[in-house]
Each structure stands twice: as structure tokens, then as C-alpha cells.
């Protein structure tokens, strides 16, 4: 019992992924993570620590270990398919000039 | 997202060496799952827990008088002041355990003082002067350092440095506030500012750390981007903002060799005393003992409110199961 390093009661708290939705129109936004025993304390604790400031209109938490990933280099070839793609961009297409409206 | 760093396989070092290398030199953020020198790793898991530790034990020195605020609005500025560190912290362990550390352990790393955090909380607050001294001063110093890295290499660091420096603005000006209302009061309450600026200036100083000449880590560090300038520089930099701020104020900094210098275009000013801060930073500060332990019987009363709230969640989730 006199281990320095002997702390008490440690619960694993799984990690939850915060997300905030700044105000009426934008899309949510993750912004940090944290833990909490369940879903509801995740969502409150993310009140008192992401929108302490009016940060917020709506939040969502979401189980760390829920959410699906690409693979985790993120430039590698899994997003090359639309890198050669140029006629997806209005850019691609010449308009003479005086064509109004497009 | 805050998923664990992945260990390279065996022999692919150099091509994910060469990748992590070219990311740094194009000013790329690394992101948590990229791969990553171990070193660099391991320089930031002590940078950024060091750095939530003092977010966390900053709480103290000020936390010590909210019940003795001089009236209601102090009161409340000053708590939700203390309760931004409180979150400071919290950002800067998530941003801790992205590098695939636990926070807990990092609390026991701090508690069983395995860890440290920023020399200056280790110094005493003995009057209410002093709330508004570590506003303008501690606070000017963290935002010094700061700002810069908010484009530090790592993305979740410099994620969470953002945030940080937004709230950090309020902390020093209600500092600052605070003493000019001071200053407009009595000749007792004027001494008390000077009193507290000329406690808390030296120590203030030595936040930026060691001299460039005694800091061996720096050249690396900057080289990885997780440390943008040296800690002469923004030492610098930090005098040079503060002393027209003490002109306007009124008060006067206590170093004697404090000058302008036309040539260097910049504040010359004295030595701090360096033996200080290794005392300080080897645990021998007036106050070290007492934030460590005061830190860990925090922790150790507040294990009940952890344990219900982990027997609430399990009793909410049977409750659930057997209503299905």
C-alpha cells in the first residue's frame, strides 16, 4: 500500500469522438475527442468543454471505435481515381465569351 | 480522429522515413495514423503531456482565491477562468492520446512525479494582485509561446493550440483589467501590484526555458516542426511586447538593465538566475510538493465520482437491455 505510484479505482472509459455543428446551416464539425462512461456523460462533458463559448448549436459523440476509416496514409492511391477526372470540373469546358449565363 | 500511431513493418523504415521527411519539409501536418519517427513520437508525448500537466496544476495558484474574490464579478470571471485550464488540459491529453498514450497514465506519471509541467506554477500566490499579475504576465508568456504553435507539425497538437490561444486573449486581458483597476485605487493597493509584477517577472522570464546555449533538444525539435522558434527568441519577443504594457500600467519591471536598444531594435535586459530555475525544475520551488500533492488528493477524492459514474452508465445500459 505505500507504492508511490498506487492510484485508485482506474474505469476504462471508452473514447468519443466530438462533433460540433457551429450554428443552423453548417454541417457538424469534429472537434477533439474525450471519454466518459456512456454516451450521455460523453455528451454533456462535451457541452462544459467544446461550447463554452457559444461554439455550438447541436453536438453529436460517437464511439471512437464506431467510426469506419480509409487507410491511414491519407494521400495514398485510394483517392488517386479522381485525380485524372479534369472533365468533373465546369473549368474543363470552353464557353465563348459571349455565351450569357452559364 | 484520435486512433493510435501504427508501427511500421520491418524494412519499410527508409520509404516512410523519406515520406515523413518530405511532409515536414512541405510544411504538411502529420496526422495521428501516418506513420512516424519513434523519436519524433516520444518528443511529443513529453511536450504535449508536460504541457497539458500545466494546464492542469495551473489550476492552483489562482484556483486558491475564488472564495475570496473581491466581488462577484472577479468571482466569476476568475472561475471560468480556472475552468478553461481545466479544459486546456483536457484538449491537450486528447491530443496526447492520438500519440497512443493513456491519460490516466499520464495522471500517474504527473502525480508519482515522473512527469513535470511549466517551472512557474511552482511559485506561491499571496495576494489577490497576483491573480491579475499571472493574467498579464504568466499568461502574456504562455501566449508567446503559443501562437507559434498553433503550426506545429502535429496536427492534433496544433489543433488544440488553436483553441487554446483563442481563449488564452481573455485570460490576459482580464489580467491586465484587473491591475489597471488597481492602479486607479489606493497607495496600498498600487504597492501590492508593484509587489506581485516584481515577484512573478523574473519567474515569468524563465517559462520560455533555459538558455539556447543549454537547451540541446531545440535544434531537433525545430527541425521537426514542434518547435517553432528557440526560447531566446521568444523570450525576446515577450519583453519586447510587455514593457510599454507596464509603461501604460504604471508599474515599474525590476530589472535594472532593462533598456531599449536602437541597434538591435529590441529590449536589452538582464540575466534571470538560471540556478533558480533548475532548483525549481528539479522540484525544489516553493510551492512543487504542495501542487503534486494537492494534484493527486484531487485525483484520489475524486475516484468515488468516477466509480458511479461507471456503475450509472452499466445500470442505465441493463436497464435498456432488459427493455428490449
Same mark, same amino acid.
Given at each position: 500500500?505505500?507504492?508511490?505510484?498506487?492510484?485508485?479505482?482506474?474505469?476504462?472509459?471508452?473514447?468519443?469522438?466530438?462533433?460540433?455543428?457551429?450554428?443552423?446551416?453548417?454541417?457538424?464539425?469534429?472537434?477533439?475527442?474525450?471519454?466518459?462512461?456512456?454516451?450521455?456523460?460523453?455528451?454533456?462533458?462535451?457541452?462544459?468543454?467544446?461550447?463554452?463559448?457559444?461554439?455550438?448549436?447541436?453536438?453529436?459523440?460517437?464511439?471512437?471505435?464506431?467510426?469506419?476509416?480509409?487507410?491511414?496514409?491519407?494521400?495514398?492511391?485510394?483517392?488517386?481515381?479522381?485525380?485524372?477526372?479534369?472533365?468533373?470540373?465546369?473549368?474543363?469546358?470552353?464557353?465563348?465569351?459571349?455565351?450569357?449565363?452559364? | 480522429?484520435?486512433?493510435?500511431?501504427?508501427?511500421?513493418?520491418?524494412?519499410?523504415?527508409?520509404?516512410?522515413?523519406?515520406?515523413?521527411?518530405?511532409?515536414?519539409?512541405?510544411?504538411?501536418?502529420?496526422?495521428?495514423?501516418?506513420?512516424?519517427?519513434?523519436? =519524433?513520437?516520444?518528443?511529443?508525448?513529453?511536450?504535449?503531456?508536460? *504541457?497539458?500537466?500545466?494546464?492542469?496544476?495551473?489550476?492552483?495558484?489562482?484556483?486558491?482565491?475564488?472564495?475570496?474574490?473581491?466581488?462577484?464579478?472577479?468571482?466569476?470571471?476568475? %472561475?471560468?477562468?480556472?475552468?478553461?485550464?481545466?479544459? *486546456?488540459?483536457?484538449? %491537450?491529453?486528447?491530443?496526447?492520446?492520438?500519440?497512443?498514450?493513456?491519460?490516466?497514465?499520464?495522471?500517474?506519471?504527473?502525480?508519482?512525479?515522473?512527469?513535470?509541467?511549466?517551472?512557474?506554477?511552482?511559485?506561491?500566490?499571496?495576494? =489577490?494582485?497576483?491573480?491579475?499579475?499571472?493574467?498579464?504576465?504568466?499568461?502574456?508568456?504562455?501566449?508567446?509561446?503559443?501562437?507559434?504553435?498553433?503550426?506545429?507539425?502535429?496536427?492534433?497538437?496544433?489543433?488544440?493550440?488553436?483553441?487554446?490561444?483563442?481563449?488564452?486573449?481573455?485570460?490576459?486581458?482580464?489580467?491586465?483589467?484587473?491591475?489597471?483597476?488597481?492602479?486607479?485605487?489606493?497607495?496600498?493597493?498600487?504597492?501590492?501590484?508593484?509587489?506581485?509584477?516584481?515577484?512573478?517577472?523574473?519567474?515569468? %522570464?524563465?517559462?520560455?526555458?533555459?538558455?539556447?546555449?543549454?537547451?540541446?533538444?531545440?535544434?531537433?525539435?525545430?527541425?521537426?516542426?514542434?518547435?517553432?522558434?528557440?526560447?531566446?527568441?521568444?523570450?525576446?519577443?515577450?519583453?519586447?511586447?510587455?514593457?510599454?504594457?507596464?509603461?501604460?500600467?504604471?508599474?515599474?519591471?525590476?530589472?535594472?538593465? %532593462?533598456?531599449?536598444?536602437?541597434?538591435?531594435? *529590441?529590449?536589452?535586459?538582464?540575466?534571470?538566475?538560471?540556478?533558480?530555475?533548475?532548483?525549481?525544475?528539479?522540484?525544489?520551488?516553493?510551492?512543487?510538493?504542495?501542487?503534486?500533492?494537492?494534484?493527486?488528493?484531487?485525483?484520489?477524492?475524486?475516484?468515488?465520482?468516477?466509480?458511479?459514474?461507471?456503475?450509472?452508465?452499466?445500470?442505465?445500459?441493463?436497464?435498456?437491455?432488459?427493455?428490449?
Amino acid at each position: 500500500m505505500s507504492n508511490d505510484d498506487v492510484t485508485p479505482a482506474r474505469p476504462e472509459w471508452p473514447l468519443y469522438e466530438v462533433f460540433v455543428r457551429g450554428k443552423r446551416g453548417l454541417n457538424h464539425v469534429h472537434v477533439g475527442s474525450l471519454h466518459a462512461p456512456d454516451g450521455e456523460m460523453a455528451l454533456h462533458n462535451a457541452r462544459n468543454l467544446y461550447t463554452r463559448r457559444n461554439e455550438g448549436v447541436s453536438i453529436w459523440v460517437v464511439l471512437a471505435e464506431n467510426v469506419t476509416a480509409s487507410s491511414p496514409d491519407e494521400k495514398d492511391p485510394y483517392f488517386a481515381p479522381s485525380g485524372d477526372k479534369v472533365y468533373r470540373h465546369p473549368t474543363f469546358y470552353p464557353i465563348p465569351e459571349d455565351v450569357p449565363h452559364i | 480522429m484520435s486512433t493510435t500511431a501504427q508501427e511500421a513493418p520491418p524494412g519499410a523504415d527508409e520509404a516512410l522515413q523519406a515520406d515523413f521527411d518530405a511532409k515536414i519539409a512541405a510544411n504538411q501536418r502529420i496526422e495521428p495514423r501516418d506513420w512516424m519517427p519513434e523519436a =519524433y513520437r516520444r518528443s511529443l508525448v513529453r511536450q504535449v503531456s508536460q *504541457h497539458a500537466h500545466s494546464e492542469i496544476i495551473g489550476m492552483q495558484p489562482e484556483g486558491d482565491w475564488i472564495a475570496t474574490a473581491p466581488s462577484l464579478r472577479r468571482k466569476a470571471i476568475l %472561475l471560468a477562468k480556472v475552468q478553461d485550464e481545466a479544459g *486546456h488540459g483536457l484538449y %491537450l491529453y486528447a491530443a496526447a492520446e492520438t500519440l497512443g498514450v493513456d491519460r490516466a497514465d499520464l495522471t500517474e506519471r504527473l502525480i508519482g512525479g515522473r512527469q513535470k509541467y511549466s517551472s512557474i506554477f511552482n511559485y506561491p500566490s499571496l495576494n =489577490y494582485a497576483d491573480v491579475g499579475v499571472i493574467g498579464w504576465l504568466v499568461d502574456g508568456a504562455a501566449i508567446c509561446n503559443q501562437v507559434p504553435l498553433c503550426r506545429t507539425s502535429f496536427g492534433p497538437y496544433a489543433r488544440a493550440m488553436v483553441r487554446i490561444c483563442k481563449e488564452e486573449s481573455f485570460h490576459q486581458r482580464q489580467g491586465y483589467e484587473l491591475l489597471m483597476r488597481m492602479m486607479e485605487g489606493t497607495e496600498g493597493q498600487r504597492a501590492m501590484v508593484q509587489d506581485a509584477v516584481d515577484r512573478w517577472w523574473w519567474p515569468s %522570464l524563465m517559462m520560455f526555458g533555459p538558455p539556447d546555449v543549454d537547451s540541446p533538444n531545440t535544434r531537433r525539435s525545430m527541425d521537426w516542426g514542434i518547435k517553432i522558434d528557440t526560447n531566446d527568441d521568444l523570450r525576446q519577443k515577450f519583453v519586447d511586447m510587455t514593457v510599454p504594457q507596464a509603461e501604460k500600467l504604471g508599474v515599474t519591471l525590476p530589472d535594472p538593465e %532593462l533598456a531599449w536598444n536602437d541597434e538591435r531594435d *529590441h529590449y536589452d535586459f538582464g540575466e534571470p538566475d538560471w540556478d533558480e530555475l533548475k532548483q525549481v525544475i528539479s522540484g525544489n520551488g516553493p510551492k512543487n510538493a504542495e501542487r503534486v500533492e494537492r494534484r493527486r488528493a484531487a485525483h484520489e477524492n475524486g475516484a468515488w465520482v468516477r466509480e458511479a459514474a461507471t456503475a450509472y452508465a452499466e445500470k442505465q445500459r441493463s436497464a435498456r437491455e432488459v427493455a428490449v
